[in-house]
């Protein structure tokens, strides 16, 4: 009987930890080639720009977080691939050999090329580190605000339920 009963309490802890009712976002960080990349994932999914838009739009202040977090996001992207070009450039610049008839002009483009390829650099680590904040930011907002609008149903099938019952359970269901 206690292992049945234990069981059963098993059963609704987990339900309860697992089946929301409301989507809990969290974030992924991945590194790419040019910068990274801030995944929002609901469970094991990672969700795609138009359903953290749809997602978000329930919560006004938590969408414009989002919204700017994105735009730093693309800032950093931005200063990341000019940070790879530059250098790309030093680079080149550093293997032009001394005897070559452009050494002057090497001379005179390398230190521009370093210095600049430090600030990018340096830039793109403040943006890059800004859009994370903001992004978690804009994600507590939309997990802990008071205010929730109606469940939303995505085109995978994964769909949300209440379920009443006296314990407080709610269970998440596939429809296949």
């Known amino acids: 009987m206690r292992k049945i009963v234990f069981a059963l309490l098993m059963v609704c802890v987990m339900t309860n930890v697992y089946g929301?009712?409301?989507?809990?976002?969290?974030?992924?960080?991945?590194e790419t080639l040019i910068g990274d990349r801030i995944d929002i994932l609901d469970g094991p999914k990672?969700?795609?720009?138009?359903?953290?838009?749809?997602?978000?739009?329930?919560?006004?202040?938590?969408?414009?977080?989002?919204?700017?977090?994105?735009?730093?996001?693309?800032?950093?992207?931005?200063?990341?691939?000019?940070?790879?070009?530059?250098?790309?450039?030093?680079?080149v610049l550093s293997l032009i050999p001394p005897q070559s008839s452009s050494y002057n002009t090497r001379n005179n483009l390398l230190l521009p090329a370093m210095i600049s390829t430090l600030g990018l650099g340096i830039a793109s680590g403040f943006y890059r580190r800004s859009s994370r904040n903001i992004t978690r930011e804009a994600v507590d907002l939309y997990n802990f605000s008071e205010k929730k609008a109606d469940p939303i149903y995505f085109d995978d099938g994964l769909t949300y339920y209440r379920i009443p019952d006296f314990i407080g359970v709610q269970i998440r269901f596939y429809v296949f």
Not at 20 to 30: G, K
Not at 58 to 63: D, I, K, T, V
Request: glycine content about 2%.
């Open 20 to 30: 929301q009712e409301y989507p809990f976002l969290r974030i992924e960080y991945r």
């Open 46 to 91: 990672v969700l795609t720009k138009q359903e953290v838009y749809q997602l978000m739009q329930a919560q006004p202040e938590a969408f414009e977080k989002y919204q700017m977090a994105m735009k730093k996001q693309r800032t950093s992207k931005l200063l990341d691939g000019a940070t790879v070009l530059t250098s790309a450039a030093v680079l």
